[in-house]
T-cell receptor, first 121, second 114 residues
Framework: GAVVSQHPSRVICKSGTSVKIECRSL??????MFWYRQFPKQSLMLMAT?????????EQGVEKDKFLINHASLTLSTLTVTSAHPEDSSFYIC?????????????????FGPGTRLTVL | AQSVTQPDIHITVSEGASLELRCNYS??????LFWYVQSPGQGLQLLLK??????LVQGIKGFEAEFKRSQSSFNLRKPSVHWSDAAEYFC????????????FGTGTRLQVTL
């Protein structure tokens, strides 16, 4: 259980084009999905948090108009990199969690997708 | 705000030797702590987690970690390393509440020599 998939696993695009990355929870309903970015040999940096049916919350320094996030259903979130440039080349990883509890004392585990390697030429 | 420090960027051990990867965290409340492993070009696999209870946590692939509140540490250990353990290891701290955000350390790259 708790499987998260990403599609595509690898994408190469030309500068100026837009790229859409899908993140799906296969066997549970993900009320929240997270999008991370990882540069080579670096850690994961949280880009944004998306809750089903509402606008995403972006971390400081992340351009919301460039990285469009849609969480239209309980099993699918998409990240669209608009007008991609070579500096957007990175490894993008999503995670998903099922809301099982609420309140200050609860913690709901995240399950990670396999990642998407984006290369912008 | 919470933070995680992994002091060792790169560690090399011989196959069969023991391993300890260090992790220190900073968080004002009871932390939820995780160790993940990432092979090149892959996503993250959860090795183990600490939420509460016994401070010595057993994980997959023979890994264990010990939560030491007094030292704000959550070091990962394995008694005998296998060549297939070569990967990047990330320590992370999660915050409570519905946000459940994770903050990752910078990672430790493990190299295993035969």
């Amino acid at each position: 259980g708790a499987v998260v998939s990403q599609h595509p696993s690898r994408v190469i695009c030309k500068s100026g084009t837009s790229v859409k990355i899908e993140c799906r929870s296969l066997d549970f309903q993900a009320t929240t999905m997270f999008w991370y970015r990882q540069f080579p040999k670096q850690s994961l940096m949280l880009m944004a948090t998306s809750n089903e049916g509402s606008k995403a919350t972006y971390e400081q320094g992340v351009e919301k108009d460039k990285f469009l996030i849609n969480h239209a259903s309980l099993t699918l979130s998409t990240l669209t990199v608009t007008s991609a440039h070579p500096e957007d080349s990175s490894f993008y990883i999503c995670s998903a969690r099922e809301l099982k509890g609420a309140g200050a004392s609860s913690y709901n585990e995240q399950f990670f997708g396999p990642g998407t390697r984006l290369t912008v030429l | 705000a919470q933070s995680v420090t992994q002091p060792d960027i790169h560690i090399t051990v011989s196959e069969g030797a023991s391993l300890e990867l260090r992790c220190n965290y900073s968080y004002g409340a009871t932390p939820y702590l995780f160790w993940y492993v990432q092979s090149p070009g892959q996503g993250l696999q959860l090795l183990l987690k600490y939420f509460s209870g016994d401070t010595l946590v057993q994980g997959i692939k023979g890994f264990e970690a010990e939560f030491k509140r007094s030292q704000s540490s959550f070091n990962l250990r394995k008694p005998s390393v296998h060549w297939s353990d070569a990967a990047e290891y990330f320590c992370a701290v999660g915050i409570t509440g519905t946000a459940s955000k994770l903050t990752f350390g910078t990672g430790t790259r493990l190299q295993v020599t035969l």
